[in-house]
């Protein structure tokens, strides 16, 4: 929440959704280069995951849900703060 990047981020997600399989495919053509140079444990994983939009829209949901927790909490936070 320190940094309020949920709307970018939120927006950036919606519009690749239309691309998230082609996106994925590349992952999955770049992943012996990428695996020649980087140690990355969750790569093929995380290509598998993009390929279907569903998953994309989850993580929209967990973006949001998380983002509405710290809100809350932020406001929490500061009427404790304010003196009565």
């Known amino acids: 929440m320190r940094h309020r990047m949920t709307v970018p981020a939120i927006f950036f997600l919606e519009s690749v959704k239309p691309l998230s399989f082609?996106?994925?495919q590349a992952?999955?053509?770049?992943e012996p280069m990428v695996n020649a140079f980087f140690q990355v444990?969750?790569?093929e994983r995380f290509a598998i995951m993009m390929e279907n939009r569903e998953n994309l829209?989850?993580?929209?949901?967990k973006i949001e849900a998380?983002?509405?927790a710290a809100r809350l909490e932020e406001?929490?936070?500061?009427?404790?703060k304010e003196p009565s």
């Open 22 to 24: 082609v996106g994925s």
């Open 27 to 30: 992952l999955h053509f770049f």
């Open 41 to 43: 444990r969750d790569y």
């Open 57 to 61: 829209e989850a993580l929209l949901v």
């Open 66 to 68: 998380r983002d509405d």
């Open 75 to 80: 406001k929490a936070r500061k009427r404790g």
